[in-house]
């Protein structure tokens, strides 16, 4: 079982449409990251955090640290949102690293 | 933000060959960065976290003779895989580290080998 789950592996969804990516994950963590992986492969970080909310344009990430427990939310979305998100933490203990998730792939259908 | 390079972005090679990949950080100074692979529909796993002026620590798994990690100076770090095979196709990508939780990634380089 990898430490980091995403949910769900794929998502499509219509034009305009409120989506929710989830992470969880099975032990202690420093920060975790919330990715972007385009068609061609880059990766571009969208947010880190260790608490609370963080909020950029249409994009919203939460953590809830009690519950192991991560969210990714785009409101409005749009076809150009279609691409993989990927959740990795930087789990404690013994030799820290970040590990990632296997991503989400979304599709947004005009 | 930070910019991260990595060359070449596609790499075709014959199988027995070595192949060097380069993974520079363009705007800021990074004294460690780190070297992933991923198999496709796979997760990213990080093969060796390489640091300036000393040697590269590797993940469990992962042959330090067979992926050579260079890291000569504060803005470059080299990847080379020595003797490919076809099972070391796939897809590299470096990250450097701005301060302890904060990486920025390269845009990857593929490798095939024939």
């Known amino acids: 079982k990898n430490e980091v789950e995403q949910s769900p592996q794929n998502l499509t969804a219509q034009e305009g449409e409120f989506i929710t990516i989830n992470c969880s994950y099975s032990v202690g963590i420093s920060a975790l990251h919330w990715l972007q992986q385009h068609p061609g492969g880059g990766i571009v970080s969208l947010f880190m955090l260790s608490s609370g909310k963080k909020k950029h344009g249409r994009l919203i990430a939460t953590i809830n640290i009690q519950e192991k427990h991560s969210s990714l939310h785009i409101t409005a979305s749009h076809p150009r949102d279609s691409t993989v998100y990927i959740c990795a933490a930087w789990l404690r203990g013994g030799n820290e690293k970040l590990t990632f998730g296997t991503g989400t792939r979304l599709t947004i259908i005009p | 933000g930070a910019v991260v390079s990595q060359h070449p972005s596609r790499v075709i090679c014959k199988s027995g060959t070595s192949v060097k990949i380069e993974c520079r950080s363009l705007d800021f100074q990074a004294t460690t960065m780190f070297w992933y692979r991923q198999f496709p529909k796979q997760s990213l796993m990080l093969m060796a976290t390489s640091n300036e002026g000393s040697k590269a620590t590797y993940e469990q798994g992962v042959e330090k003779d067979k992926f050579l990690i260079n890291h000569a100076s504060l803005t470059l770090s080299t990847l080379t895989v020595t003797s490919a095979h076809p099972e070391d196709s796939s897809f590299y990508i470096c990250?450097?580290?701005?301060?302890?939780?904060?990486?920025?990634f390269g845009p990857g380089t593929r490798l095939t080998v024939t």
């Open positions: 990250s450097a580290r701005v301060d302890r939780y904060e990486q920025y």
